[in-house]
């Protein structure tokens, strides 16, 4: 297999159009884009607005079995998806995530997707590229120096310095800074109080951007966000403390959506965080939306597994933008099949047929959890070259006992023409008209009930359990009015309980809450469950031990 | 004064013309500019490889007095003088430093310069600009996570936990991160040990990225960043946990250097980090050194005062650079010698030719102190509408004393026009090949000398103190080798001496050195005296509370 290529040698061999072009195609003109390089470009404000009252086209959503270490490919096949839309002559965009740095040098894979469906140029999605995630941590830490700062010259605003609800962020798998006592050192460095970091994704300024309709709307949200609490437990907001004027100025740019393009030179607006397990994880609104307006099909993805991933697209994203997909795409892989079934990665080779029926049990849960919501679903094979005919139609017939149809997709080794069967039937099953969105659970559902509906109607558990003190929170917050608000499950990816070691569709698990934090600028409430962090740690080798520049200026080892 | 216009309402009524008419001026294709947005690009390292053994142009410093809170307007003045010397006929480019985020939300006014002499587009320099200070804070940081998680999983270097001499950076005014204790709250998240933070401008990777000649020069120098020491005070390099390749991949963009223009459309390199209190602060090496290549005259900029700018730019960079400088500009105003000659800032208003008499002893010093270097003088008189004609001749009359010139200088009204003077007199000076430049110091002056050098002769100190302890490290470094490294003074800006408070020209006061620090990457010794601190805070109403973006998208309140 001398002549198979990393993801890193197609990205750098692609034949990529200037953005303008790329961006003229969907008829944006070029003093709307503001060029990052000549690969890269952001879409003005302006012509964002103008775009308003035209008619949308057709979303997609891709989403995921739980996530092995075998691989699923779900960015790579919502690439693939977007040209093969492209390709059977649909206006097509792709509207993905962004990716985080701190993964990046940890274990993840990166976040253009791979083989011969990726989004380019990939070094530069997969480390700075324009910049979003460093303004969205400048924002965030702004806001908690400026906290710091109003305690240390009198605190007018009398927050009770024990119930400070902002922590800081960084862009970084720190372990070292998820807990710390700061303020030490002396009066000159104010008074000491715990606190800690989160991955920049997990910030509420994250979500804020990515919810957000424009800067208007961005701004008020920010002066929306919660602070801390006095010590009667009523709320202060970053717009007492006069943050949101500055943090909105610091996002302006952030907040325009990225327009790069595929291998294919088709367009794709990268937009917005990643991490559904610890965020809600979706590409934002505003890119998602104005590429509806520009566009017949719009291909989005939502992940880790649809548990977490569609989960939150629907009940949180399109209830928010009144968005109403038009139907939904799983991936799943044979090998994952296999995992799922009990398999270890270095058998994966092996053909076994009995393991992929057995796993097929989690594919299984997926497709009837995204059925509850209304949207039709087809499921995607993404083709490994080790899969064994046998094996793959295990798996076809395992869906059509779903009612449902799987289709053996080859895009990471053909690009779009590999998965021409997918495009045609996604384009079938949106324009049945079938769709019938609705999300899981409707607004005036009180907070810790709709914990339950997501754990028991998704994850298939037993029962929530969470303290009184969990509980007591839940309650307060409904009395000050965030009762309507949906919830933003924190979970491990890996299972449908809590337990990342749970392959399969386990059911009658118990999901502990450990935690719940409001974030009322975004306008949902953070349930943390199990065990699951929202700031990573690095393993024992991590990759960027194996990063550099090679003699030529290129970089190595970066996927 | 109706017609008086803000720094920003000039700026955003500049005429830019597009960032590649403007390299192609010097003789830059367009192929080696990396646009970011129409007004600002990257310079290839291809294109500045390509220069090398081509003949430098003239060099010229500014720098200043000691900061006063009347304002002293040195980057006005460098930029200023740029756009004097293409007015006279010489090919001229302006070096600058970037912004820090951290000062722009409290209480500095901008780093692109002001008035009619400003570096644009103003907005942009002085928030995110092209992502240079996040790449650095990224790199800083990363090195910490992977030191951190080199302990947590093992410890294989056995690194002394109480001697890791590595913390971690925000480009943020936070003074609760200055001193924390870290990785608390239980077994996943490592050891609990003391550290903080520093603002990323005081990082060692700041000052690597501006004194590395090349990509390889940057990779070499980042992994001879000592981490920590070992129970046997061996020290440990950032290589020996593999760290360096990463950090150099996440600098690859950061170490070119910016482009951008004057409001007279004249070329700028912005580029390197500015804060000459606690960092080397100077132009990068990579864009002074560039820049000679292209123009006939590279005028750039050292400050605060020239007692910490000017000494670290000679006894640093052009010592390190190889660089000599052909004459020196030191920026003075009549208000800050009335308020060195004791005039509070509300009665600057009244004609006090005593008080501008008395604090000229300042300006005097500063003169004497970088004649030391053999660099030939001349003073900029910048120029304020209050300034009375008796006032300005008090300044002339003294610095003629000196045996150099003053010169009034009217660019922040005027633009180039104003300031055809100065220009005249900075090529008769650069051109009188009168310039000897040698360092303060040699090399091999040992360490503490090197600090009581400068102190004494710079500073007019009458002794430097410092515990045993201090005395003691810098002695392990000179037994390891180190000792041939020139010293970085941190010292406060407002003053000779370490107090803030004693403007003037103090003499025979004491220089307490708190701490030293190895910057064994960068290639100095960091020497922190008095009471200054490597992370600031913000004040009692940050400049922040005034910042945001108006009803036409506009950002108010930025200067």
């Known amino acids: 297999m001398a002549d198979v290529k990393s993801d890193i040698e197609i990205a750098r061999a692609a034949k990529k159009k200037p953005i303008l072009e790329i961006g003229a195609k969907l008829g944006i003109p070029a003093e709307h884009l503001l060029p990052y390089g000549h690969d890269k470009a952001k879409i003005s404000a302006e012509f964002i607005a103008e775009q308003k009252g035209k008619k949308n086209g057709k979303l997609i959503l891709v989403t995921a079995i739980n996530p092995t ?25 792709t509207c993905i995530r962004e990716a985080s740095l701190g993964p990046c040098f940890g274990v993840k894979g990166g976040a253009a997707g791979g083989g011969y469906a990726q989004v380019v140029p990939m070094e530069d999605m997969n480390l700075h590229f324009t910049g979003d995630f460093h303004a969205i941590t400048s924002a965030h830490n702004l806001l908690s120096a400026l906290i710091d700062n109003h305690i240390y010259w009198g ?30 050192g002396g ?89 559904a397990n610890i965020a809600h994880g979706c590409n934002s609104v505003v890119a998602t939306t104005t590429a509806l307006k520009l566009a017949d099909y719009v291909v989005t993805e939502a992940g880790f597994g649809a548990d977490l991933g569609a989960e939150k697209f629907f009940d949180i994203k399109c209830r928010k933008a009144g968005l109403k997909p038009d139907a939904a795409v799983i991936v799943a ?55 064994t005919d046998a094996e793959i139609q295990a798996v076809k017939d395992f869906v059509a006992t779903l009612g449902a149809e799987a289709i ?10 590999g998965i021409e069967p997918l495009a045609r039937k996604v384009v079938e099953l949106a324009e049945s008209g079938l769709s019938q969105f609705s999300p899981l659970y409707p607004d005036e559902m009180p907070l810790f009930q709709k914990i339950e509906t997501i754990a028991k109607d998704i994850y298939h558990a037993g029962e929530v359990i969470a303290d009184k003190s969990v509980r007591d929170q839940l309650r307060i917050w409904e009395e000050q009015g965030y009762g309507n608000l949906p919830v933003c499950m924190a979970k491990t990816q890996y299972s449908f309980s809590t337990d990342p070691n749970l392959r399969g569709a386990p059911s009658g698990h118990t999901v502990p809450v450990r935690e719940v934090r409001l974030s009322a600028g975004a306008g949902f409430v953070v349930v943390i469950t199990g065990e699951i ?7 024992k080798v991590p990759s960027s031990e194996k990063i550099f520049l090679n003699e030529q200026g290129y970089i190595e080892g970066l996927f």
């Open 187 to 275: 009066v000159a460095n104010g008074y000491p109080r715990e606190t800690g970091f989160d991955i920049t994704v997990a910030s509420e300024v994250m979500a804020i951007l990515c919810l957000s309709m424009d800067l208007k709307d961005l701004e008020k949200r920010l002066g929306n966000i919660i602070i801390g609490y006095r010590r009667d437990k009523s709320p202060v907001f970053a717009r007492d403390i006069k943050a949101d004027g500055a943090m909105t100025v610091l996002l302006k740019d952030a907040m325009q959506p990225n327009l790069v393009q595929t291998l294919e030179n088709n367009p794709a607006f990268v937009h917005g965080g990643p991490f």
């Open 408 to 417: 053996l997709c080859k895009h990471w080794a053909e690009g779009s023409a």
């Open 333 to 387: 892989t044979v090998r994952a099949m296999k995992m799922n079934g009990g398999i270890k990665k270095d058998e994966l080779g092996k053909e076994n047929i009995e393991a992929v029926r057995k796993g097929c049990a989690n594919l299984g849960r997926h497709v009837q959890n995204v059925k509850k919501f209304g949207v039709p679903v087809v499921v995607a094979i993404n083709h490994f070259t080790s899969d």
């Open 533 to 539: 962090m929202t700031m990573p740690g690095l393993p």
């Open 69 to 93: 270490p075998a691989g699923e490919g779900k960015t790579t096949t919502t690439v693939g998806l977007g040209d093969g839309l492209n390709r059977i002559g649909k206006k097509a965009i």
């Open 155 to 184: 605190n007018e605003q009398n927050i009770d310095i024990r119930r400070i609800a902002w922590r800081r962020v960084m862009d970084m798998n720190d372990r070292a800074l998820r807990h710390i006592v700061g303020s030490l």
